[in-house]
């Protein structure tokens, strides 16, 4: 047994992903807003029986009371941090750094991802399939909302950059094409970032989405993957010597001020 991936944009760039079992069961990676999802089940004539939560954010959680209103059940599993601080509804089951968790036949290893919250966790399945929420976007990452650079870059650059490169990374927005612009600007001559550009603007012309993207092409394109590289030390003015985590954050205020 295994599952299928099913992408659900909801809003104007949250992505919802059900995943669909072989059994006619379902579950459902964060839960932006109920209606869409509840759709998409009816649909495709399936029960939905998880959760699997990456972090507390409203447009992550929201349909959370909803869904476990309609299925009473329903099982609701996320970080150690969200559970301790109660910030996802209904959670029923606590996943720590490094535990394993079961469905449909695959197994979830646990990562935890501080950064842009400090309860962030990424779920990365047996089938190749990682859930990164908004920790890292293609051509980009999430603000850091309440982590530091230091645990970002753990995050980012040990944690993800060490997982086997064909990963097909599930980020929760399409959030490309901009991050696109900011990656160019910072990374100008690089010619594989050149080449998603093209590929990306070509999709969304189409109305595709973006997502998933692969492990090996954001370390070849994600700006924020590369603060090693000379390219990137330049563009943000870091002094010789100075470390990755600092790179890092002189890249992330950038782009928060960026206006391309
Ligand atoms: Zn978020």
Not at 16 to 38: F, M
Not at 120 to 142: E, K, M, P, Q, Y
Request: proline share 7%; hydrophobic share 40%.
């Amino acid at each position: 047994m295994s599952f299928e991936v099913v992408q659900i944009p909801v809003w104007q760039d949250n992505y919802a992903y059900l995943l669909c079992a072989d059994d006619g069961t379902a579950a459902l990676v964060d839960s932006p807003e109920a209606p869409p999802i509840q759709a998409e089940l009816d649909r495709r004539g399936l029960r939905l029986t998880h959760i699997f939560q990456t972090h507390h954010h409203f447009d992550h959680v929201g349909a959370n009371a909803a869904l476990v209103e309609s299925v009473p059940e329903l099982k609701v599993w996320g970080g150690a941090y969200d559970s301790e601080h109660e910030r996802i509804p209904g959670q029923t089951r606590v996943l720590r750094d490094g535990e394993r968790a079961t469905w449909a036949g695959e197994t979830a290893v646990i990562h935890e991802v501080p950064g842009h919250t400090l309860g962030h966790i990424a779920w990365r399945w047996s089938n190749g399939a990682a859930f990164v929420g908004d920790t890292l976007f293609v051509a980009g990452c999430g603000r850091f909302f309440e982590g530091t650079p230091a645990q970002m870059d753990v995050s980012l650059n040990e944690v993800i950059a060490g997982w086997p490169p064909d990963t097909k990374l599930y980020c929760a927005h399409e959030y490309t094409q901009s991050n696109l612009r900011f990656a160019l600007h910072v990374d100008p001559d690089n010619a594989d970032l050149q080449a998603l550009s093209q590929e990306v603007d070509a999709l969304r012309a189409e109305g595709q989405p973006t997502v998933p993207s692969t492990l090996a092409r954001e370390l070849s394109c994600n700006p924020f993957l590369r603060c090693d590289t000379p390219a990137i030390r330049a563009a943000t003015a870091s002094p010789k010597g100075a470390p990755r985590h600092d790179v890092l954050g002189r890249l992330r205020a950038m782009k928060d001020g960026f206006r391309g």
